[in-house]
């Protein structure tokens, strides 16, 4: 069985330096198993797991990491961030972001939920004190 999706990543066809939404079929597995992806947050180099399904955001709070938000809704922008690696997909239909801002790389992290490792440029995250792993 498959499942329809609206990816938003790195597109090969495109070349290393574009992104774009790519419609796909996956199969249903990839999608419902209990999958961890990696994230990394630049420069800081700090790295964190993303269950599937959870947003890059929340994925970071609960590991201590501060990324800059707002309403957490895909609206006000404040997390806007640069997508360096990965694929994600909205859990919104039209996240806050301009196709050319899409196609430069830039995400929401607050309802973008990755499909596979990532890595993010976020230079204004914290680490909490205390909390998360190294990394």
């Given at each position: 069985m498959f499942v329809s999706l609206r990816v938003f990543g790195r597109s090969r066809e495109l070349g290393s330096g574009k992104h774009a939404f790519n419609e796909g079929r996956y199969p249903l597995g990839m999608v419902t198993n209990p999958v961890v992806f990696q994230l990394r947050i630049e420069?800081?180099?700090?790295?964190?797991?993303?269950?599937?399904?959870v947003s890059i955001w929340k994925a970071a709070r609960r590991a201590g990491i501060r990324l800059p938000s707002s309403?957490?809704?895909?609206?006000c922008r404040t997390c806007l961030c640069r997508l360096i690696s990965g694929q994600v997909v909205y859990s919104i239909e039209w996240p806050g972001v301009s196709v050319d801002e899409r196609e430069a790389g830039w995400i929401l992290p607050c309802v973008a939920r990755p499909i596979s490792d990532v890595v993010i440029e976020s230079p204004s995250a914290l680490r909490e004190l205390g909390i998360g792993g190294g990394g």
């Open positions: 420069p800081q180099g700090w790295v964190c797991p993303v269950p599937a399904g309403c957490l809704n895909g609206t």
